[in-house]
């Protein structure tokens, strides 16, 4: 029974709340705060997107717990299957906001991360009832969730968030919703795309390959004008980020291979079970890291 509840909270998606960690590595705060208060409002602001995460995922399975009834994974979740009725699963999701909230509030954490988590809300609430059956309008929704998580990173710690960083962000969190739609039309077969999620049937295979092709094209050519613009050697003080350009290659190329693979439910599950793609992303960040601290 605790498994099931646990379950529902989706624990193995928090990975992408790393995105509010991001601005640790960009935003060399580590010169102007000293490293226990970075780590705490920073870990404040991740538990607390944790929670509201979690929050949504609750919400989006009770609305799609049909659906997910038909999917050859997703019908084993707790709410599809019934281990875990709608009344305590939206009861243990409005607990998880009502002390979320709160708990930000009272926290140390600058007061732009209730409202940021508040937008973030309402962002989550309408995919889960109207954007996820938009085609387009889906991914985008997706996409300013990341968006929304390196804002709050970012104002944790009292950051003003350039430019660049917030063009990666975006480019690269479309490109992660086309794979992650892509993901869910290859592991069902022809005709089922309507009975698990209606706004599958507007994404045929060769047009959502177009979109992930593009995307991902449109991520790699972000990532590389910023590690080449003036703002960034003016703020970092180097232009030996360009070397930590591979790893992004790599990783976007590998990501796009597992998205037309059919082996998994979403990016998380591909960072998490995918081994080449996790060190990857791990060696990337100490790459960026060691640059930074030179």
């Known amino acids: 029974m605790f498994l099931d509840?646990?379950?529902?909270?989706?624990?193995?998606?928090?990975?992408?709340?790393?995105?509010?960690?991001?601005?640790?590595?960009?935003?060399?705060?580590?010169?102007?705060?000293?490293?226990?208060?970075?780590?705490?409002?920073?870990?404040?602001?991740?538990?607390?997107?944790?929670?509201?995460?979690?929050?949504?995922?609750?919400?989006?399975?009770?609305?799609?717990?049909q659906a997910d009834a038909v999917h050859p994974r997703k019908k084993n979740r707790p709410i599809a299957s019934g281990k875990v009725s709608i009344a305590w699963a939206l009861g243990l999701a409005f607990l998880l906001l009502v002390l979320?909230?709160?708990?930000?509030?009272?926290?140390?954490?600058?007061?732009?991360?209730?409202?940021?988590?508040?937008v973030y809300l309402l962002n989550?609430?309408?995919?889960?009832?109207?954007?996820?059956?938009?085609?387009?309008?889906?991914v985008f929704s997706i996409a300013l969730g990341f968006v929304?998580?390196?804002?709050?990173?970012?104002?944790a710690l009292s950051l003003v968030p350039s430019n660049w960083i917030l063009v990666c962000t975006f480019s690269l969190a479309i490109f992660l919703g086309f794979g992650k739609r892509r993901m869910?039309?290859?592991?069902?077969?022809?005709?089922?795309?309507?009975?698990?999620?209606?706004?599958?049937?507007?994404?045929?295979?060769?047009?959502?390959?177009?979109?992930?092709?593009?995307?991902?094209?449109?991520?790699?050519?972000?990532?590389?004008?910023?590690?080449?613009?003036?703002?960034?050697?003016?703020q970092h003080e180097t232009q030996n980020l360009i070397y930590s350009v591979p790893f992004v290659f790599y990783g976007v190329f590998r990501y796009a291979r597992d998205a037309?693979?059919?082996?998994?439910?979403?990016?998380d599950e591909v960072l998490l079970r995918d081994r080449p793609f996790l060190i990857c992303g791990l060696l990337w960040a100490f790459s960026v890291a060691w640059i930074l601290a030179q």
């Not at 624990?11 to 490293?35: D, S, Y």
């Not at 920073?42 to 949504?56: D, E, P």
């Not at 929304?148 to 104002?155: E, F, K, M």
């Not at 037309?260 to 990016?267: K, V």
Request: hydrophobic content about 50%; proline content about 6%; glycine content about 6%.
């Open 124 to 138: 989550t609430t309408l995919y889960c009832v109207w954007l996820k059956k938009q085609v387009l309008l889906d």
């Open 184 to 234: 869910e039309i290859a592991c069902l077969t022809d005709g089922q795309e309507k009975d698990f999620r209606a706004v599958l049937a507007q994404y045929p295979r060769e047009y959502v390959n177009f979109l992930l092709g593009v995307s991902g094209t449109v991520s790699l050519m972000a990532y590389l004008f910023y590690t080449l613009s003036p703002e960034t050697f003016n």
């Open 100 to 118: 979320s909230i709160a708990g930000a509030l009272i926290s140390p954490l600058p007061h732009w991360i209730p409202i940021i988590g508040a």
């Open 260 to 267: 037309m693979s059919g082996q998994f439910d979403g990016p």
């Open 5 to 65: 509840y646990l379950k529902i909270l989706r624990p193995k998606q928090w990975a992408k709340n790393i995105f509010v960690l991001l601005p640790i590595l960009f935003g060399e705060v580590w010169k102007t705060m000293p490293p226990e208060r970075i780590v705490m409002l920073s870990g404040l602001a991740f538990a607390a997107f944790c929670a509201w995460s979690s929050a949504g995922y609750i919400l989006n399975d009770v609305i799609d717990r």
């Open 148 to 155: 929304l998580r390196v804002l709050a990173g970012c104002a």
